[in-house]
């Protein structure tokens, strides 16, 4: 296993993170348990501070909450000085509740309902992205009754196809994401939110995908999204004042995976902006990015306590873990691939090749499908690397499981930011 962060192997031959001997911290809090490394975030987002950044060019950076968000991740960011981008009601009341400035908030989505919309004006939030037509109408309507002003960005579609999983490919022709680019009636529906005496609309925002481990996507992204920045200048006489450049930046998760260098990303996406702007005697907008997964990933580890282990009659060994799909569904959905360990064996030779199976009543609750170990044992733990984005975020209660507490560790100092839900959480809102 690929050691990120604060990782590291003690005397006893322990994985430890944040300091912290891994075994002691799922004696302490029990398993499975998501333990996320603060000091490995700070410096994610540090390397994005450092990398976006140009003379002649104002930046923000966002930090795309569905990755994973808490009460607690919420007070990491702004302590951090990032911005925050929700996506649904729920994300939002979090923000809320952690009293995260609402003028550093930015509400995104494909079908915010009227609650939620309501819920981000009375709150302030700094800019409304506009997904569709019918959006348009309504957050205007709202606006009305409640007679407030709000900014706007346009979500539209650059019909890019990022070289990425197609459940994560977001601006292909076909996306359910934004208004294409290539729309006729692209100058109508500008206008649209522009005529609108409530709505400011401030620029554009596009996102080609997830987990893209090339420059060359972010590039043509941008070549193609600055070549329509100077059409509707020309054709609809408006000037694009900011462009979100939305996230996407792969990180490792296993071997296969290429690395992306993302200080030389951030640095060649500005010098083209600047590039395009200077050559079509354009305005350089004001640019922002949405990293998500690049600051959370490879900043979660997931510890399990192995129980059963077993070779079938075909050859194959498995170790049983007390979680699975329903704390870690990427596999399932995605044919995620992962690293992992067993803590307490770190200094072990690994001899043995395993699949690693979850609890669920699923042949397909697999979280790592082959991965060569030392001899497993019942009681031993096992740690699984990069689980930090859209694990937490995407767990259930299949099975009716509990889900799993969240710990965040720092220089030999732990604290639970998510308690483990018990029995009484999973029926709290069953009725007779």
């Known amino acids: 296993m690929n050691l990120h962060g604060t990782m590291s192997i003690n005397e006893m031959g322990n994985l430890e993170i944040g300091n912290i001997d891994t075994v002691n911290l799922a004696k302490k809090y029990g398993t499975p348990l998501y333990v996320f490394d603060v000091k490995n975030i700070k410096n994610n987002i540090n390397n994005f501070k450092v990398g976006f950044k140009h003379p002649k060019i104002e930046t923000e950076i966002i930090y795309a909450s569905k990755a994973f968000l808490t009460i607690g991740m919420c007070k990491l960011i702004e302590e951090q000085g990032l911005s925050l981008d929700v996506v649904s009601g729920g994300e939002l009341y979090t923000a809320k509740k952690a009293n995260f400035p609402p003028n550093k908030i930015y ?42 002003n709000v900014e706007v960005l346009l ?38 939110i522009t005529d609108s005496y409530h709505m400011t609309l401030k620029g554009f925002h596009y996102h080609i995908g997830s987990q893209i481990l090339d420059e060359v996507s972010f590039i043509k992204g941008i070549e193609v999204m600055m070549n329509f920045v100077k059409k509707i200048k020309l054709t609809c006489s408006y000037e694009t004042k900011e462009l979100n450049l939305g996230g996407g930046f792969g990180v490792y998760y296993s071997k296969e995976d290429s690395e992306l260098d993302l200080n030389s990303c951030l640095k060649n996406m500005l010098s083209e902006v600047n590039k395009i702007s200077k050559e079509n005697n354009i305005t350089i907008p004001k640019l922002l990015i949405e ?142």
């Open 291 to 432: 990293p998500g997964r690049s600051i959370v990933a490879n900043s979660g580890t997931t510890l399990y306590k192995v129980g059963a282990t077993k070779d079938t009659f075909g050859g194959k060994s498995f170790i049983f873990v007390d979680g699975g799909m329903a704390d870690n569904p990427r596999t399932a959905l995605y044919d995620a691939i992962y690293e992992g360990a067993i803590a307490n064996k770190m200094t072990n030779e690994n001899t043995n090749e395993y699949t690693i199976a979850g609890k669920c009543c699923e042949s397909g609750d697999i979280v790592i499908k082959t991965i060569t170990l030392p001899k497993a044992d019942k009681n031993d733990i096992l740690a699984v690397a990069s689980t930090g984005a859209y694990n937490y975020s995407m767990a259930s209660n299949y099975n009716r499981l509990r889900k799993p507490a969240v710990v965040f560790v720092e220089n030999g100092k732990s604290k639970v930011v998510v308690k483990r839900e018990t029995y009484d959480d999973i029926i709290r809102n069953d009725t007779l």
């Open 155 to 192: 979500r539209v579609n650059p019909g890019i196809e990022a070289h990425t999983h197609e459940y994560i490919q977001t601006a292909n022709n076909d996306s359910k994401f934004g208004i294409s680019i290539f729309n006729e009636n692209i100058c109508d529906i500008i206008s649209s």
């Open 107 to 148: 509400f995104h989505g494909n079908n915010k309902t009227i609650e939620e919309l309501i819920l981000a004006l009375n709150y302030g939030v700094n800019k409304i992205i506009i997904d569709n037509e019918y959006e348009i109408e309504l957050v205007n309507y709202l606006c009305t009754e409640l007679d407030q």
